[in-house]
């Protein structure tokens, strides 16, 4: 049962390029979140989603950021015109549909570096 | 936004039970503890949880007071593998909520 998977794992930009990183959930989890952590800072919530519907982006910054989860295939975080502060470790979780719990599973990570 | 409090680094012995203390005085009767763990920048790993009983895996043991304000992680035989970044997280009871990382207790296992 393959984990949560991320690509690429290393994506290097230049400013004011589009960044696209993707995030395949565990087999028969619906529910995908997006965490930044910035360098020697701990891990930040970005955004939760459920196939085709966007639950919370409380913590996406509100320009040049977006976040989709298809019916049909990877989530996708999406960052345009990047920034060398976007430079950080974006990491992807997911969970099944299950009250009660909050225990999510974890991607290895898509480290952004911007020039 | 994180509402735990945690030692920003502590040591253990390998071989020894390794005791990480972690304070949630303000946790509300529907919210859960969580640990997870983050190896050298990779992804986070789930430890283990609970609401109000100790519980235990193969991987730790969790142990809650009575008035559920701290609880204590226990990894009964610390290895090397377990140097890392632990995390005690108090979220909400109704499931699939955000997680609220701090900054975490880093673990250090010496030989």
């Known amino acids: ?115 | 936004d994180a509402k735990t409090t945690q030692p920003p680094s502590m040591d253990c012995a390998e071989g020894r039970a390794a005791n990480l203390p972690c304070n949630h005085s303000t946790i509300s009767g529907n919210e859960y503890v969580y640990w997870y763990r983050q190896i050298h920048s990779q992804g986070p790993q789930y430890i283990i949880h609970g609401l109000k009983n100790n519980e235990t895996n193969e991987m730790a043991s969790l142990i809650i007071t009575e008035d559920r304000k701290s609880s204590t992680l226990i990894l009964p035989h610390a290895t090397l593998r377990d140097t890392a970044v632990y995390y005690c997280i108090v979220s909400g009871g109704y499931g699939n909520n955000r997680l609220a990382f701090g900054k975490g207790n880093q673990v250090v296992v010496i030989p």
């Open chain 1, 1 to 115: 049962n393959a984990g949560v998977m991320q690509n690429p794992r290393h994506l290097v930009r230049r400013r004011g390029q589009e960044a696209r990183l993707r995030c395949s959930p565990m087999k028969g989890h619906s529910h995908v979140y997006w965490y930044r952590q910035l360098p020697e800072e701990g891990l930040k919530f970005m955004v939760y989603l459920q196939k085709e519907n966007i639950i919370d982006e409380s913590g996406m910054p509100k320009e040049r950021f977006s976040a989709e989860f298809p019916k049909e295939g990877p989530s996708i975080l999406r960052i345009q015109q990047v920034v060398r502060g976007d430079s950080a470790a974006y990491f992807c979780a997911s969970s099944p549909e299950r009250l009660y719990t909050d225990t999510q599973y974890f991607g290895p990570g898509t480290r952004l570096t911007v020039l």
